[in-house]
């Protein structure tokens, strides 16, 4: 059997698995995901968190499945493995076979990469363009194809309606150009200029929305970053946490290989590891900087992982053919026996539930259960017409989702700055005079903020979400009655 259809029979086997579990795990959306689905219900040109990609995926998997959980997820599934097909190509073309076997096989059963194949945010559309532009890169590199600098513009736009880390990956373009012997002629010729205005019209829906909402986009990035932090903890938990959701035997290949391209790359010019070193490095340099400025999360560099993937395979190709066979086959070895063991306990927790005696409200999964059960208590409490309302942009989308009629459930600010998407697309001013229900996370008094937009705010009930096998808290919340909403200067 020919290695593609080896990679490609992986790459199906795990697009019908995602099917199965999707349809069998019962595990609800979590509160990015319902929250996104929440965007495709008002169109936009761009939000206060992100572009518009993920709201458009989702009007199309709703308009295809229904509006269901389901629905949402194959929007993942699909993505995932279209990247899949990509990833392998780059990997067969532009290195050799046996590498884009072997590093499809262990690229599609990495923990980070299977999680981002159900679970439907932003980043699946961020992978799949990536890995689009990395073989855009290569295919330029080997055939110095002028037209290719147009497709390269499309991708960059394309990923700019995705997440603005593509505003630097587009950098890291101009980082190959420079850099690369082969490719620097690119500079002196007006394909990558007409390629960059591809770029700026493709994502021009991002650049009019923030010029018309006080590039919103733009300064809630900056506010996200706290004020009081521990920098070396925030970096430690970022990298260790990475390495542990990579699988550490990957992820010293991946950090290795990133590295080892500044020799392979500028001193050997192998321009291959140019692009491998121009596309990943940088990113995980900064965002390495910004969890010492005190946010970084593990998925975060994930499209930087990409071309080290295949690269780092390469390399241990190359040492097989040196000689070093035993180190190869038991590198091999140790990262799949650690790669495998993650991701099952990845899609089936509960036994290192058991064995770590973690409770409920500190499992993973507590972020993907009891949603359906709040909605069931808050509409036991609703009047015919009334309206919903939320402290919490996640437990508002929630609601909205699994409510019967899924009406629209309005954000309540939390305090003065707590801006995000609801705060453009919602119009509170509606809600002016009006009596709600008001649902609030944890048992405590509702903030201050909250309150003073009501007349008179009346705690109905505290709810604990239980665990249905322990029967121990998962999440708790409390729904008050609202009377009388003012809208004020914070809508």
């Not at 980082?175 to 010729?189: A, E, T």
């Not at 500044?262 to 900064?286: C, M, N, Q, V, Y």
């Not at 944890?442 to 705690?459: C, D, H, M, W, Y």
């Amino acid at each position: 059997m020919k290695k593609r259809t080896i990679a490609y029979v992986v790459i199906l086997l795990g697009f019908i698995f995602r099917i199965y579990y999707i349809k069998t795990s019962n595990l609800l959306l979590s509160p990015d995901e319902a929250y996104y689905w929440d965007w495709a219900r008002h169109p936009s040109l761009s939000y206060l968190d992100m572009g518009p990609m993920i709201a458009w995926i989702n009007m199309l998997m709703v308009h295809i499945f229904g509006s269901t959980a389901f629905a949402l997820r194959m929007g993942a599934n699909i993505l995932s493995a279209i990247t899949a097909v990509i990833f392998y190509e780059i990997g067969n073309r532009f290195f050799s076979s046996t590498t884009a076997l072997l590093s499809t096989v262990l690229y599609v059963s990495n923990p980070l990469v299977a999680a981002g194949s159900f679970i439907e945010t932003y980043y699946v559309p961020q992978i799949l363009f990536m890995t689009i532009l990395i073989y855009l890169l290569f295919e330029l590199n080997q055939t110095q194809k002028s037209w290719l600098w147009y497709f390269i513009g499309l991708v960059l736009g394309l990923g700019i309606l995705s997440h603005h880390m593509f505003f630097l990956f587009s950098l890291e373009v101009v980082l190959f150009v420079f850099i690369s012997q082969k490719n620097r002629h690119w500079l002196f010729r007006k394909e990558p200029y007409i390629g960059a205005l591809i770029t700026i019209a493709t994502a021009s829906p991002v650049f009019i929305w923030n010029l018309t909402h006080g590039l919103g986009m733009f300064k809630r990035a900056l506010i996200l970053l706290p004020e009081h932090y521990n920098p070396w903890f925030v970096f430690s938990t970022f990298f260790f946490g990475d390495m542990g959701l990579v699988t550490p035997f990957v992820f010293i290949l991946l950090l290795y290989t990133m590295f080892y391209s500044i020799r392979r790359g500028l001193f050997e010019h192998d321009e291959r590891f140019t692009i491998i070193l121009a596309t990943s490095l940088p990113t995980f340099a900064f965002i390495s900087l910004l969890a010492f400025k005190g946010r970084a999360e593990i998925n975060w560099p994930s499209a930087g992982f990409i071309a080290p993937f295949i690269g780092g395979i390469f390399l241990l190709e190359d040492m097989h053919k040196s000689g070093y066979k035993r180190f190869v086959v038991s590198a091999f070895i140790l990262m799949f026996i650690t790669t495998l063991p993650v991701v099952y306990f990845e899609h089936y927790p509960q036994l290192i539930f058991k064995l770590l005696d973690i409770p409920p409200q500190r499992q993973f999964t507590n972020r993907l259960a009891g949603w359906d059960r709040l909605a069931e208590e808050v509409e036991k409490y609703l009047k015919p017409g009334e309206i919903i309302g939320a402290t919490d942009y996640g437990v508002t989308a929630e609601i909205a989702f699994y409510i019967k009629g899924q009406p629209e459930v309005y954000y309540l600010p939390t305090w003065n700055r707590s801006k995000n998407a609801y705060w453009f697309f919602q119009n509170r001013k509606s809600l002016c005079d009006k009596d709600m229900i008001v649902v609030d996370r944890g048992s405590g008094e509702i903030n201050p903020v909250t309150r003073a937009r009501f007349a008179s705010l009346q705690k109905l009930d505290v709810l604990y979400i239980p665990d249905e096998k322990t029967g121990l808290p998962r999440q708790t919340f409390t729904i008050y009655k609202g009377q009388r909403y003012k809208c004020g200067n914070y809508g």
